[in-house]
């Protein structure tokens, strides 16, 4: 990333241990496990995660539950991965720009955005309002691994990088099983998407306190 060395001095400081570090590139993954920097970075990426997954996996249903014919439920899942890939391009010049806490919250906020037009979508029956949201999904989603490679580069160096990422991308196991599931589980019992598109932008809410978080602990 074009900045990543720009920003590493002002994330690193407070990154590790909440001390400033002699280097990003000292912070081994033992360094980086003790920075609270990490865990609320890894718990950010837990919440939006779970949103992601969970919307990519139902975009077909969702678009269908709000109305839209069958072709165009199909074509809200292509548009979602067009916005996936858009969405990565367009973080990466925001992280630039703006560095990781602020890039985080933004992420967040898109995200619950995006579950709102969902939810509204199933209320009132409006295609338009499902392919938005679905829309929005595919850019926060996209956006959210881009900040992470940027925030471990800049926080924490890259001699140990490859291995770092590797660990913090182990979040993405229990978003797998749990935003899905934290989704769908209720559509079994009441028949409506509502009770889980509460819990993700439960999950939205999560998000964003977290990143105003991350801006304390990363000062900036």
């Known amino acids: 990333m074009a900045g990543a060395g720009g920003t590493a001095g002002a994330e690193a400081t407070g990154a590790v241990g909440g001390t400033a570090a002699a280097s990003p590139a000292d912070a081994t993954t033992a360094a980086m496990l003790r920075a609270p920097a990490f865990w609320a970075y890894a718990a950010w990426m837990l919440a939006v ?3 992601g997954l969970a919307v990519i996996g139902s975009a077909n249903q969702l678009a ?3 109305g839209a014919a069958p072709a165009v439920a199909v074509a809200a899942v292509g548009m979602l991965a067009l916005c996936n890939g858009l969405g990565r391009l367009l973080m990466g010049v925001a992280f630039d720009a703006l560095g990781t806490a602020a890039c985080t919250v933004v992420d967040a906020l898109m995200l619950g955005a ?3 037009l969902l939810a509204g979508a199933q209320g009132s029956g ?3 309002l499902a392919l938005a949201g679905v829309v929005l ?3 926060g989603a996209g956006g959210t691994s881009v900040i992470g490679s940027g925030f471990m580069a800049t926080a924490f160096g890259e001699t140990h990088y490859a291995e770092n990422l590797a660990i913090l991308n ?3 196991i229990p978003a797998a099983l749990v935003g899905p599931l934290a989704l ?3 559509l079994a019992a009441t028949g409506s998407y509502g009770p889980g598109l509460g819990a993700l932008i439960g999950a939205a809410a999560v998000a964003a306190a977290l990143g105003l978080a991350l801006r ?3 000062r900036r």
């Open 137 to 139: 999904v595919g850019l």
């Open 216 to 218: 304390r602990l990363l």
């Open 114 to 116: 995006a579950v709102l």
């Open 64 to 66: 269908l539950g709000a």
């Open 170 to 172: 182990l979040t993405l």
């Open 49 to 51: 995660s779970c949103i």
């Open 184 to 186: 769908n589980g209720p």
């Open 126 to 128: 409006e295609a338009a």
